[in-house]
């Protein structure tokens, strides 16, 4: 991973800029120079066109819904009865739909088999130069608005039944087009909305929280300063997720991306650029259909860093969501950003925890960069060896960091952390003997909102010594029982020893 992918997306970001001069830009007549909206019902200017797609046949395009044209309604079968998913894809060099739109489809339709699933065609707009495409964004969008103003007009169709999604440049389209409707749409899902051209633009040309009663964003590829971004790296919504940082995705560097590439035949660098910007759209396809088992969680965090060393796996207040489809609808006055690790594949669901140890040792002792193994044991399963390199390892330090497992653990019951030999050798181990004692590792785990205190299984401290055996460390007995808890233990006690004697 690193420089090649870094010069990829370069590349790919010089394409789309490319002959920005020569492209003629199309005219931006957004709102016009009056105040009235009958353009909105003028349909005869409208290029984008709305399939409405089935579960049966999620790739293909059987059957157009025309804006002014009634009778194309029933003809689809559109069931008023039911929510209605608007998706709007992006950029496309190809001009051709990519291979995600009949995924994302059949996902939505598995997760709400009753839905009317609309696919957005504006590809002769999308397959412009990046620039020309960008800006086309607010025509597309309000193609969209006008389709819905009318959808909604003719069948008094319930706002509240509307939920637009748009990837990349879509996600700004759906952004113009809920700016634009009569009244706000319930949901837009910007999948790692297009940063080029948007990251200053004003909330008037890109998604933001104005455009629907509420807008949930995943940031998958935010990578390079602002401007070179191919996700937009400010937050746009009510609820903008980080997945990974939001930068770049795990599984997307460019060894893994060139074996899938040998083994799926598809030739198409486009693919090893794409793959952290797509990621977003198959997060989202994970929630819809993977939400009973394996919902991913997500957590408020004022930074990166600190959600890196596990400070911030807390879900009063809110400060917990759920992942892509199911998320609460939580709008708070300033937006927030919040942050999970993934897997590299689906289901993309880790169990995060908080563990905090502090190091005592006689010595003054100062090391960087130190290989760590960690084992957590559970009610439910094990994961051994989890590597950590800890970053700082000082004497009388505490030390906070993230760990992540792929397995469901269950309520903790014991740790082990082992200090490995780093690969080169080193004069302290020679000389002197590199060790820490450690009384208790404090572990929180998000997903189940525990917090559980462990002490050394063998006597007061445990010792931590490089290259050798692991520190071992079990529930503490006193800690084991919440202060509830044990105000209910010691009343039943009380009770049982009442009734004893009573009898
Ligand atoms: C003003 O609105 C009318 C429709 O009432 C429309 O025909 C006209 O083009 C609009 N003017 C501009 C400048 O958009
Ligand atoms: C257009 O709207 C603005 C504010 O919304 C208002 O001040 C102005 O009088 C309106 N103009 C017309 C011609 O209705
Ligand atoms: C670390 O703290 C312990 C206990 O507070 C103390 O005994 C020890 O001398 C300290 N070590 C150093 C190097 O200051
Ligand atoms: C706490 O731990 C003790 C000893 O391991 C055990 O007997 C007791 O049942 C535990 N209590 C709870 C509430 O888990």
Redesign the pocket.
Known sequence: MGKENTYLVTVWIILANICASFSSTPEQTLFGNNNSTEWLEDYTDIVSKFSLRTAEVPDDDLCYIVPGQPLTIPKCEFNSETQTFVVIHGWTVTGLFESWVPKLVTALYEREPKANVIVVDWLTRAQQHYPTSAAYTKLVGRDVAKFVNWLQKTLDYPWERIHLLGYSLGAHVAGIAGLLTNHKVSRITGLDPAGPTFEHADTQSTLSPDDALFVDVLHTNTRGSPDRSIGIQRPVGHVDIYPNGGTFQPGCDLQNTMMMIATTGIHNMDQIVKCSHERSIHLFIDSLVNAAEHQSMAYRCSSKEAFMKGMCLNCRKNRCNKVGYGVNKVRLPRSTKMYLKTREMMPFKLFHYQVKVHFFSSEKLDYTEQPMKISLYGTHDEKTDIPYIMPFLNTNSTVSFLLTTDVDIGELLMVKLRWEKDAYFSWSDWWGNSNFHIRKMRVKAGEIQSKVIFSAKDGEFAYLVRGKDDAVFV?S?ED??SRK?KTM?RLKMQGSLFKKNTA
């Open positions: 529930k007995k084991n029982m808890e233990h």
